[in-house]
């Protein structure tokens, strides 16, 4: 397994942006899709985003597509979201996962996913 250490979550109000960073410990980050899921409280984990081990394959959750990109740079270990035109209903914390893949593999339950970060909030105030 891999360790995983989410960064950048805090208060911003609606209409702003906030960039998450994950990073990632070991040296096989490379051999791991990465994605990104939300947990509001009284609700069940939901999945944001994934992006693919290699190539940069990415997919999206319809209620984040054309606001938040995944993006990763292995040789830093380190996964990003990009969150833009934030709401205040994306209020949740935000945990970043990893799950062993196929180069082009995605993966997008919850299931799907073998370590965890332990989450950083992120509010949005309307």
């Known amino acids: 397994q891999v360790q995983l250490v989410e960064s950048g979550g805090g208060l911003v109000q609606a209409g702003g942006s906030l960039r998450l960073s994950c990073a990632a410990s070991?040296?096989?980050?490379?051999?791991?899709?990465m994605g990104w899921f939300r947990q509001a409280p009284g609700k069940e984990r939901e999945f944001l985003a994934t992006?693919?081990?290699?190539?940069?394959?990415?997919y999206y959750a319809d209620s984040v597509k054309g606001r938040f990109t995944i993006s990763r740079e292995n040789n830093k270990n380190t996964v990003y979201l990009q969150m833009n035109s934030l709401k205040p209903e994306d209020t949740a914390v935000y945990y970043c996962?990893?799950?062993?893949?196929?180069?082009?593999?995605?993966?997008?339950?919850?299931?799907?996913?073998?370590?965890w970060g332990q989450g950083t909030q992120v509010t949005v105030s309307s």
């Open positions: 992006i693919t081990r290699s190539y940069g394959i990415t």
């Open positions: 070991g040296r096989t980050f490379s051999s791991y899709a």
């Open positions: 996962a990893a799950s062993a893949a196929y180069p082009t593999e995605l993966r997008v339950g919850v299931r799907s996913y073998d370590s």
